[in-house]
Nanobody
Framework: VQLQASGGGSVQPGGSLRLSCAASGVIAGINTMAWFRQAPGKQRELVATIGGGGSTYYADSVKGRFTISRDNTKNTVYLQMNSLDAEDTAVYYC?????????????WGQGTQVTVSS
């Protein structure tokens, strides 16, 4: 099983980006999917999660600006990021709890860089 993240890049303050992360391989089902981020010199932090039923959680720092969603037919999670500012600059990682058979495993994507700068 692999998670492949894409959609990062450079944007000016106030701009938007949409991240995608697709899971591939032998997958029996996917439970919670999430996005984390890690800024230079800082610990990795949780940005948002979405459960199998669609329930969502957002870190306070991104509430009202970011939207997490998923397409279960494509085993893909998205992160729509609006009103970006410099403090959102980080490497963004997707994470997913994936069933292989009846066992739940935790997987990480490779990370995608988001840079917000004027």
């Amino acid at each position: 099983v692999q998670l492949q993240a894409s959609g990062g890049g450079s944007v000016q303050p106030g701009g938007s980006l949409r991240l995608s992360c697709a899971a591939s391989g032998v997958i029996a089902g996917i439970n919670t999917m999430a996005w984390f981020r890690q800024a230079p010199g800082k610990q990795r932090e949780l940005v948002a999660t979405i459960g199998g039923g669609g329930s969502t959680y957002y870190a306070d720092s991104v509430k009202g600006r970011f939207t997490i969603s998923r397409d279960n037919t494509k085993n893909t999670v998205y992160l729509q990021m609006n009103s970006l500012d410099a403090e959102d600059t980080a490497v963004y990682y997707c994470n997913a709890a994936i069933f292989r058979g009846t066992v739940l495993y935790n997987y990480w994507g490779q990370g995608t860089q988001v840079t917000v700068s004027s």
